[in-house]
């Protein structure tokens, strides 16, 4: 294989870096693409940008400022019911305003698997979103009316409901393309090798990119870590040196 050759599949490589991201937005930017959101239709030349928020918050809002600054919008899903992050927590609402605050939109990440081993009545499944996006606006003030399913059951997949737009409808499938980073898939099969398609639904999943690339289950233990020592912090200071000073 010649140097150029070698180049030219190097610079289409995915590392999961800032730069990477950074790259990959302003290429999105240069062919024109337009950022949008769930609520339309889609047009030619859109793309739908969505990011999944399983692992960590702060990394989320490191996201969200990355776009800010290429002028690219996006939209967050947040869980409400993950043992990673709690809604509720006066750190993590504030990250969700940040985030709100630089012009993304936000939505409602639903983990069927907290609720259902095989596939519900619809009725069942539509009033356990219901009450998890009445507690998401209770929690950061924020209402939420669009859904994307926490690694989806089949029985999700091309469905469409009446109270809230799902980001696996089946015009989000059928009608445009999707690229998703989930496993950092992306490392083997780029997203855009053969091009920009001219619609566009893209899933990146904040927890996995950093300043320095890293593999997927270095990512995972890396968020754990970052659980763990917040947690520690605030325990020690809320009982430990609570108790020594009072
Ligand atoms: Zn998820």
């Not at 290429?27 to 990011?51: C, K, P, Q, S, W």
Request: aromatic share 12%; proline share 3%; hydrophobic share 35%.
């Amino acid at each position: 294989m010649n140097d150029s050759k070698e180049q030219a599949i190097k610079s289409t490589t995915c590392e999961f870096t800032y730069d990477w991201y950074r790259n990959f937005l302003q290429g999105l930017n240069d062919a024109d693409r337009n950022f949008t959101t769930y609520d339309g239709e889609i047009e030619t030349g859109d793309v739908l940008l969505r990011h999944d928020v399983d692992l960590s918050v702060e990394r989320a809002v490191r996201m969200a400022e990355i776009e800010a600054a290429e002028g690219v919008q996006a939209t967050y899903f947040l869980l409400v019911t993950t043992k990673m992050y709690n809604l509720l927590n006066d750190e993590v609402r504030e990250r969700v305003s940040r985030i709100r605050s630089l012009g993304h939109n936000i939505g409602l990440h639903f983990s069927t698997h907290q609720y259902y081993e095989e596939e519900p009545r619809t009725k069942s499944l539509v009033k356990r979103i219901e009450i998890e996006r009445q507690i998401f606006k209770m929690a950061t003030g924020i209402p939420v009316d669009t859904v994307s399913f926490h690694i989806p059951p089949d029985w999700v997949l091309r469905q469409s409901f009446d109270d809230f737009v799902s980001t696996y409808e089946e015009r989000f499938f059928s009608e445009i393309s999707y690229r998703g980073d989930s496993n950092q898939r992306w490392r083997n099969d780029p997203p855009f090798d053969s091009g920009y398609p001219e619609k566009l639904q893209i899933l990146v999943h904040p927890g996995l990119w950093g300043e320095n690339d890293r593999e997927f289950e270095d990512c995972v233990h890396r968020a754990v870590d970052n659980v763990a020592e917040s947690v520690d912090t605030f325990a020690n200071r809320q009982y430990i040196e609570d108790e020594l000073s009072g």
